[in-house]
């Protein structure tokens, strides 16, 4: 797979500029298989971060 640095930059942008608005996810809609496979790839990166964290909070204790 091949993106240039400056196609997955912009990408990268619009996918962290996301939010609960399903406005800021239209980007999605016109991805080349290559990119979706991409933007794939950062979704679970995020996930598995955000359940790390979540297990690391539970065994702290406040």
């Known amino acids: 797979m ?7 930059e912009e990408l990268y942008s619009l996918w962290a500029s996301e939010n ?16 979706q496979e991409m933007v794939a790839q950062w979704d679970e990166q995020f ?8 297990q690391d909070m539970q065994g702290l204790s406040f």
């Not at 609960?20 to 990119?35: G, H, K, V, Y």
């Not at 996930?47 to 979540?54: A, H, R, S, Y």
């Open 47 to 54: 996930e598995t971060g955000i359940e790390n964290l979540m």
């Open 20 to 35: 609960n608005d399903p406005e800021t996810e239209e980007w999605r809609d016109e991805l080349t298989l290559e990119e």
């Open 2 to 8: 091949y993106l240039s640095n400056e196609r997955q």
